[in-house]
């Protein structure tokens, strides 16, 4: 491993400098038109009630601009509550399991719902299927399965799945989907999942702390049930609580209001602009950089093998034994490009670079013509 001591002085000339250098996967880069949003509308915004209507209103603003976006049937609805994707993995073991589930676990994240499930004693052991990080797999439909829980897009390994209600599943099963390095970037159909949830400091390009939902009525009545049975589930867990809030624009404790009003920013910017379509666009169009350039150099290649299970909102690039890509990663950033590392538990010689719609493909563009710069000179 290279230490700091070693690592080179370059520094990428100004002309090659991408206009903003973040890139890091979550937090990911805010849009300054968010933050200067936010500025302008802060002293009658910020440092007020959740309970009044500017900030109920913002929260309205919120779940229907994502109702839009993400094209919901007739029947779906926004729901939210605070706690971010991790918290909200404990409220659905509660709240929508009613015995058992199956898991997808390609990645860290994919993996961390199963093993929380597994945890819980009042359900049975969930099925995992688990292949290795880099690939994918499929649900499998099986009696008595009442939830399969899938990853929209696995955010360690940069792999994205297509989501597909898995055939000859029983009638009442749900699909949860996390979303969370997916939901705004990657194109899906609502009504194949029930529960689409996700927090909006990655692709929403906003802050941490809030979970998302967009959910089916079979969803919904699925928290009812489970509120209705005699399981004891925490109250801050409560997705019943958390259902009635939302329907009332409103959460059941503080929420953080940067983080719903950034959102709101992001997203009704996405619908301005053409919605969903147009967000996947600039992610395939940054993807289609990013990869062709790692394709391109003999010292370079995409992590994941099959160009087809390769995100469209997270890219993994491997590199030779003679280039550490931590050293790249700290040039880049002794440059202000910041946030490119691979994700560490991993263990690869690798960065790993977000795409999301905040960041223009000129940006990705730019980031590969500063790896050439620095390459060239090592
Ligand atoms: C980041 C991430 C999470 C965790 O989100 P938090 O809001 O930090 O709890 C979960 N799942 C995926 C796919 C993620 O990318």
Known sequence: MTTNTETPQITIPADLLPADGRFGAGPSRV??????????????????????????????????????????????????????????????????????????????????????????????????????????????????????????????????????????????????????????????????????????????????????????????DRIESIAASDRWIPPSLNLKTALDNSRKDQTNNTPALTTIFLAVELVEWINHNGGLEFAAKRCDESAATMYGWAESRDFASPFVANPEHRSSTVATIDFDDSISADMLADILRANNIVDTNGYRKLGRNQLRIAMFPATPPSDIEALTNCLDYIIERL
Not at 98 to 122: I, M, R, T, W, Y
Request: aromatic share 8%.
């Open 31 to 220: 849009r300054p038109e968010g933050i200067a949003a936010l500025a302008a509308e802060a002293p009658e915004y910020m440092g007020t009630s959740h309970r009044q209507a500017p900030v109920k209103f913002m929260v309205s603003r919120l779940r229907n601009a994502l109702a839009e976006m993400f094209v919901l049937p007739d029947g779906y609805e926004i729901m939210l509550g605070n706690g971010g994707t991790t918290i909200f993995w404990d409220a659905a073991l509660f709240g929508l399991i009613n015995n058992k589930s199956q898991h997808l676990d390609f990645g860290e994240f994919s993996g961390k719902f199963g093993k929380a499930v597994a945890g819980a004693p009042h359900l049975d052991d969930p099925e995992i299927i688990a292949v290795e990080p880099g690939t994918r797999t499929e649900a499998v439909a099986r009696p008595g399965i009442d939830v399969y829980a899938l990853t929209h897009n696995e955010t360690t390994t940069g792999v994205s799945m297509p989501l597909v209600r898995p055939e000859g599943a029983d009638a009442d099963a749900l699909v949860l989907v996390d979303a969370t390095s997916g939901a705004g970037g990657l194109r899906f159909s609502a009504a194949e999942t029930d529960c689409y949830y996700f927090a909006p400091q990655k692709v929403l390009g906003s802050d941490g702390g809030l979970w998302l939902a967009a959910i089916s009525p079979a969803c919904a």
